[in-house]
């Protein structure tokens, strides 16, 4: 049978990392054997709706290349893929209805009074109320006439409260719960809505999805899903339960982060394919320690039985590291492309903005980084003369004053400012005193960028900053060491 998973997303706001995450997963899972990969809009829960949430949806699967086989825009037979439109067609409704008919739901007429008069549990630190059967016992009349006349009603699940239940992950094995844990969960709510449990199984066995990803903190409510699948006696998909994903604190990724949605890390300057790779690594690992795929790659290499258990932590060093290794890669013109608009909120002075890019290009870890890296082209910061004093090029204030001051005049007669005439220059001065380049090339990089660290070196940034700026500094400098 060909395997079919979904994504079936709420449209309640941001894309969080966790849910692309599984959005990722089942896409490899189907693709990788060659199958279908659905996407299935959930909206049911109208409460929790976000107006433009849908689109965020369809947006960031376009983003990072999840391009779904069947969907609200591409009917595969299996429609509608929005669970409103399902529901206009009456599915739950009949689908709840049978149960009722099977003896495994019934109408629940309680109004809230009594509902809080109940005994509550907690499970998993959350206090719930256990519902104690009472409207099980109706007889059928009684059904009929609250029905007829009005009364608002749930429709409830028949658990069993003796005996086990027993389902199967692909990850964890299989795993038993005792029948008096299982609360009798509504099926559809008094509006008319099915709970999002309900609607997810009925729409998963309608829809013929084979596999099942989701996560582990759905392990507590899988025994009430495989109750239902037996309840109708259908076959249950296959479950991959997911490992939590944390931050560096080993804490639940919150919204608090930072970069707990894809739109934030977009936002801070990260490419969709660094995410996709990254989050494709936060609980699977292949079978060697390679880290860099394309999706393509990640395709052909996605076994799914090889995710783990373990929470997985978001370590932003690491994406970082990833997105920077990805910006080197990418060609030329598409990087300058994403840059430019940070060269230019960093530099309204008239530059060569591609030399500037070039230089960045294999520097920065995210785009944001470019606008600290270059701003001391528009203008020479203020610096410690400290800086002139490195150990390893065995300079100091005054062997660099000495320096800057013989080389400025050969720098005022000079008019190729071009990289290769400067470092002619350079190089030739060099030569003339026998010490070694960085002894002359760290004094003039310091001078004309006021910076310990910089993109490029000291002729580079001479070329791009032209004569007269470079003088300008060069004297600065000159000033600075002798005062």
Not at 72 to 82: A, C, H, I, T
Not at 102 to 116: I, M, P, V
Not at 290 to 295: A, K
Request: negative net charge.
């Amino acid at each position: 049978m060909k395997i079919r998973t979904r994504y079936a997303p709420s449209p309640t706001g941001k894309m969080h990392v966790g849910n692309l995450r599984s959005a990722l997963y089942e896409f490899l899972i189907a693709k990788h054997a060659g199958g279908v990969f659905m996407l299935r809009i959930e909206d049911t829960d109208q409460e929790r709706f976000v107006e433009g949430a849908t689109e965020i949806i369809y947006s960031t699967l376009k983003q990072v290349g999840l391009e779904h086989d069947e969907g609200p825009d591409k009917d595969g037979g299996f429609g509608p893929y929005v669970q409103s439109e399902r529901m206009k067609t009456g599915i739950y409704t009949k689908y709840a209805k049978e149960l009722i008919d099977r003896g495994e739901a019934y109408y629940c007429f309680c109004d809230k009074a009594r509902l809080d008069s109940l005994r509550t549990e907690v499970v998993e630190g959350k206090e719930i109320t256990v519902y104690d059967k009472h409207c099980l016992s109706l007889s059928k009349e009684e059904v009929e006439a609250n029905l007829a006349a009005g009364m608002p009603y749930v429709i409830r699940q028949n658990n069993p409260s003796q005996g086990t239940t027993t389902f199967h992950d692909e990850l964890y094995g299989d795993i038993t719960v005792e029948n008096a844990e299982l609360d009798d969960m509504i099926l559809i709510k008094s509006d008319g809505y099915p709970t999002y449990n309900f609607a997810n199984v009925v729409d998963d066995h309608t829809m013929g999805i084979t596999h099942v990803v989701r996560g582990n903190e759905y392990l507590s409510s899988s025994p009430k899903y495989t109750r239902l699948y037996e309840a109708f006696g259908w076959e249950s998909p296959k479950y991959v339960h997911l490992p939590l994903v944390t931050d560096e604190n080993h804490k639940k990724l919150a919204k608090r982060s930072g970069h707990s949605s894809f739109e934030d890390l977009i936002g801070q300057g990260f490419l969709p394919e660094a995410v996709v790779n990254y989050i494709a690594l936060l609980g699977w690992s292949p079978e060697d320690n390679r880290e860099i795929f394309s999706l393509e790659e990640l395709i052909r290499e996605f076994d799914y039985h090889r995710i783990s258990k373990s929470p997985a932590v978001f370590d932003m060093v690491k994406l970082r590291w990833m997105n920077g290794e990805y910006i080197k890669a990418m060609e030329f013109d598409a990087f300058y492309r994403m840059a430019e608009p940070y060269l230019k909120k960093a530099l309204t002075k008239e530059l060569d903005l591609k030399k500037i890019a070039a230089m960045v290009k294999t520097r920065i870890e995210v785009f944001p980084d470019i606008e600290g890296m270059v701003d001391f082209f528009q203008e020479l910061p203020d610096y410690d003369i400290a800086m002139y004093t490195h150990k390893k090029m065995k300079t100091n204030a005054q062997s660099s004053l000495q320096v800057l001051t013989d080389l400025l005049p050969r720098l005022e007669a000079q008019e190729d400012y071009s990289n290769d005439g400067l470092y002619r220059t350079l190089s030739e001065y060099v030569e003339e005193k026998g010490v070694k380049n960085g002894y002359v090339m760290w004094p003039v990089r310091t001078a004309v960028s006021g910076r310990q660290t910089t993109p490029a070196g000291a002729t580079e940034i001479m070329e791009v900053l032209g004569r007269e700026e470079s003088l300008k500094r060069i004297r600065r400098g000159i000033q600075l060491l002798q005062a």
